[in-house]
Each structure stands twice: as C-alpha cells, then as structure tokens.
C-alpha cells in the first residue's frame, strides 16, 4: 500500500524558515517524481514544486522561487522542502504528492494527508 | 504560466442529475489535463488523467472529454457521494497549474 506521511509543519513566525518531511512507502520511490502541492485555509490547490526520480532536477512556482528549495533521498525514501522567509501568504496545507506514471505527464495519483504551516507573528 | 479556468464555481444539484463541469485552458494544452474530487478536511483523489481516462475504481458515471483548450468532466447521474469539489489540473508546462475548483453542492 502506497503511503505518503508528511511532517514538521507548524508556527513559524513571518521571515522564519521551516523544512518539511515526506516519508514514502509502498513503491519504488527512486522511480518516480515528487511534488508539494499547498492549499491556503478555504482555497483551491496550488502547485508548488518537483524534483525528478533522481533528484537533480527542480522547478518551482514564481511565488516561492529563491525561497523554497526541493530535494530528496532515495536512499530513505523521504522527499523534503525547505522554506525560508516565508510570508503569511505561505499559510497553507502542504501535501505531498507521487507522480503517477514515470514515463506520463506530472500528475498525481497519491497525496499525503497533509502538514500544516500557519506564519503568523 | 497557463490559466485554468473552471465553470461553474459552484453548482447545487440533486442525486441523479447529470453535471458538467468546464475547464479551460489559456493555451492549448494537447490532451494534458486530469481532474481530482477533494472532499472537506482530505486530500485530492485522482479521477481522470489524459483528458479522458478512467483512474482504476473511478465509478463509470464519471468522464471526461474535450481537446486543446476546453475540457469538460460530467457525472451523468449525481450520487451523494459525489458532493465535493472538483479541480483540473494542466501538466502541459511549468508551472503545473489547477483550476479554481467547482464545488458540488446538495440542492
């Protein structure tokens, strides 16, 4: 069974930095793309970054480039983001969440349960 | 970046009714869309990917269809488990991009 279980979200004050966890289970995760996907309380969904199956590739959405930072470690199957200067405008639940099929588009056909970062002072 | 567009916002309906949801794209995006349900306090769950393909234990009663710019996703006989809202997603380019969601409401 696939799993995908987030941590280290929390209050963080504006400026701050935090670093999220993803733990992956259940696949080859060495095979496959990871993405974060955010959603502010009461909004719709917003990608935020990838990093490809071998880690050496990223990319970002405008608002947290220079940021945010993308990694992973295939040899513990964890998936990370770190966020520096966040803004309350970062507030969000972040989810990770596995790429479907390596060889298709960057979609996503499991997600985690969520971590959820609140900036506020 | 590529703008998704989602009609309606919102839409109360009754169990049994056909509902179609629209999403359309700022550019043409080939067959690079999938559609997700998200219901309250979960995370998404992957109904459609391609334009048109049925996830493994996506009920029948969903599909999807559309090309290039407008894509429609349409559940032809609204069940109560189908009360949530739903996102497209474009995977053409970076940035990936989602719709503002549609949610479904009981009339």
């Known amino acids: 069974e696939v799993q995908l279980l987030e941590s280290g979200g929390g209050l963080v004050q504006p400026g701050g930095s935090l670093r999220l966890s993803c733990a992956a289970s259940?696949?080859?995760?060495?095979?496959?793309?990871m993405n974060w996907v955010r959603q502010a309380p009461g909004k719709g969904l917003e990608w935020v970054s990838v990093?490809?199956?071998?880690?050496?590739?990223?990319y970002y959405t405008d608002s947290v480039k220079g940021r945010f930072t993308i990694s992973r470690d295939n040899s513990k199957n964890t998936v990370f983001l770190q966020m520096n200067s966040l803004s309350p405008e970062d507030t969000a639940v972040y989810y990770c969440?596995?790429?479907?099929?390596?060889?298709?588009?960057?979609?996503?056909?499991?997600w985690g349960q969520g971590a959820l970062v609140t900036v506020s002072s | 970046a590529i703008q998704l567009t989602q009609s309606p916002s919102s839409l109360s309906a009754s169990v049994g009714d056909r509902v179609t949801i629209t999403c359309r794209a700022s550019?043409?995006?080939?067959?690079?869309l999938a559609w997700y349900q998200q219901k309250p306090g979960k995370a998404p769950k992957l109904l459609i990917s391609?334009?048109?393909n049925l996830e493994s234990g996506v009920p029948s009663r969903f599909s999807g269809g559309g090309s290039g710019t407008d894509f429609t996703l349409t559940i032809s006989s609204l069940q109560p488990e189908d009360f949530a809202t739903y996102y497209c997603?474009?995977?053409?380019?970076?940035?990936?991009?989602f719709g503002g969601g549609t949610k479904v409401a009981i009339k």
């Open positions: 969440a596995k790429k479907a099929i390596p060889a298709k588009g960057q979609y996503f056909d499991y």
């Open positions: 259940g696949f080859s995760f060495s095979n496959y793309g």
């Open positions: 990093v490809s199956r071998s880690g050496d590739t990223t």
């Open positions: 550019q043409g995006i080939s067959n690079a």
């Open positions: 391609e334009v048109s």
């Open positions: 997603q474009q995977f053409s380019n970076f940035p990936l991009t």
